[in-house]
């Protein structure tokens, strides 16, 4: 029997919880032209709702054109132009690569799909009003699982379990923990910039101590970045730190800097203007992420390849492929190294 989105613990009227369930689920493709409708009297009894009650919904959905009668037999959906996909695109924050993965992920759905974003802020609570609002209304929900704490990383499970696995989409950060079977794309934050840092052997020769900088204090980021950078330093005899604010590093000849976030970079090149080292040959920086800003100050940058991972996801929602499909990571050498 038809699946009825309905909480009768809701303040919303009976009457428009059934017809804003149909509705939404004529617009996902859950309910079809032509498909027929449970009866008043198969509603009334599943949902225990007063018959007056469903005729009057089916009464609007007649009257709003998602349904018609026919004496006799029923009340059947009345939808004349094929569905689109409604997709839920939550990401953690706004940011230039954000826009590369929206931008790309809608223009390669096109007009198959109708693509709505919301923001989480980092955040499980709103992660998870998110997700409860919106449950039964999209065909696809793709998530961006980015947390301000590990604690809530961790607890993200058990939102990420109450999106179905064939609506669920992970995208940038996986999410090992989580065992059903669902569509991701995503960074493997750890091999890569080991990968990143093991390619750039030979322009990293000069500088004999490494320096992680990671955003400051409260501002979430893939902690297997350091794990990563850690793993490579040690297996290559390089002297290395990690720091959170450059303000405290004294720029020293013979050492590069890994610099994960933009204020950082701009102070970094702050000091580094200010004292009679040259970069790319005293001292050295790569970035994480491309920005034509970047390339314009002659900056090496290691970066996943965000556009592909809009793509690849798209690409991959559309053919109802559920696999895991790790992005491409590249890097730019330029002069700054």
């Given at each position: 029997?038809?699946?009825?989105?309905?909480?009768?613990?809701?303040?919303?009227?009976?009457?428009?919880?059934?017809?804003?369930?149909?509705?939404?689920?004529?617009?996902?493709?859950?309910?079809?032209?032509?498909?027929?409708?449970?009866?008043?009297?198969?509603?009334?009894?599943?949902?225990?709702?007063?018959?007056d009650?469903?005729?009057?919904?089916?009464?609007?959905l007649?009257?709003?054109g998602?349904?018609?009668?026919?004496?006799?037999?029923?009340?059947f959906?009345?939808a004349?132009?094929?569905?689109?996909l409604?997709?839920?695109?939550v990401?953690?924050?706004?940011?230039?690569y954000?826009?590369?993965?929206?931008?790309?992920?809608?223009?390669?759905?096109?007009?198959?799909?109708?693509?709505e974003l919301?923001?989480?802020?980092?955040?499980l609570?709103?992660l998870?009003?998110?997700?409860?609002q919106?449950?039964?209304?999209?065909?696809?929900?793709?998530?961006?699982?980015?947390?301000?704490?590990?604690?809530?990383?961790?607890d993200?499970l058990r939102?990420?379990?109450?999106?179905?696995?064939?609506?669920?989409?992970?995208?940038d950060?996986?999410v090992?923990?989580?065992?059903?079977?669902?569509?991701r794309?995503?960074?493997?934050?750890?091999?890569?910039?080991?990968?990143?840092?093991?390619?750039?052997?030979?322009?990293?020769?000069?500088?004999?101590r490494?320096?992680?900088?990671?955003?400051?204090?409260?501002?979430?980021?893939?902690?297997?970045?350091?794990?990563?950078?850690?793993?490579?330093?040690?297996?290559?005899?390089k002297?290395y730190?990690?720091?959170?604010?450059?303000?405290g590093?004294?720029?020293?000849?013979?050492?590069?800097?890994?610099?994960?976030?933009?204020?950082n970079?701009?102070?970094?090149?702050?000091?580094?203007q200010?004292?009679?080292?040259?970069?790319?040959?005293?001292?050295?920086?790569?970035?994480?992420?491309?920005?034509?800003?970047?390339?314009?100050l002659d900056?090496?940058?290691?970066?996943?390849?965000?556009q592909?991972?809009?793509?690849?996801?798209?690409?991959?929602?559309?053919?109802?492929?559920?696999?895991s499909l790790?992005?491409?990571?590249?890097?730019?050498?330029?002069?700054?190294?």
């Amino acid at each position: 029997m038809y699946a009825l989105q309905f909480d009768p613990e809701s303040s919303t009227r009976k009457v428009q919880q059934i017809v804003q369930s149909i509705i939404a689920d004529i617009e996902r493709g859950v309910l079809r032209h032509r498909d027929k409708l449970p009866s008043i009297c198969e509603l009334s009894a599943e949902y225990d709702i007063a018959r007056d009650t469903v005729e009057r919904a089916y009464r609007q959905l007649k009257q709003r054109g998602f349904c018609i009668s026919k004496h006799g037999q029923g009340y059947f959906v009345q939808a004349a132009v094929a569905p689109k996909l409604k997709v839920l695109l939550v990401v953690n924050k706004l940011s230039s690569y954000k826009q590369l993965i929206y931008d790309a992920f809608v223009e390669t759905l096109g007009e198959q799909a109708q693509v709505e974003l919301a923001i989480h802020h980092n955040s499980l609570q709103q992660l998870e009003r998110i997700i409860d609002q919106s449950l039964g209304q999209y065909n696809h929900y793709v998530l961006l699982p980015h947390f301000a704490t590990a604690a809530e990383a961790k607890d993200c499970l058990r939102v990420l379990r109450k999106v179905p696995a064939s609506e669920l989409v992970l995208l940038d950060k996986d999410v090992p923990d989580y065992s059903p079977r669902c569509l991701r794309v995503f960074q493997d934050f750890d091999r890569d910039i080991f990968n990143a840092l093991r390619d750039l052997q030979a322009p990293l020769a000069k500088y004999e101590r490494l320096v992680l900088v990671t955003p400051g204090l409260g501002i979430p980021y893939p902690t297997d970045i350091a794990w990563g950078f850690r793993a490579f330093c040690l297996n290559y005899g390089k002297q290395y730190s990690i720091c959170t604010d450059i303000r405290g590093e004294v720029p020293a000849p013979g050492t590069a800097y890994v610099v994960m976030d933009t204020p950082n970079l701009a102070d970094l090149l702050k000091k580094v203007q200010l004292t009679p080292y040259k970069l790319g040959q005293d001292i050295g920086i790569l970035s994480f992420n491309e920005t034509p800003l970047k390339e314009l100050l002659d900056i090496t940058v290691i970066s996943t390849d965000f556009q592909e991972m809009g793509r690849s996801a798209a690409q991959l929602l559309l053919a109802k492929e559920q696999v895991s499909l790790k992005n491409p990571f590249y890097t730019q050498l330029r002069g700054s190294l």
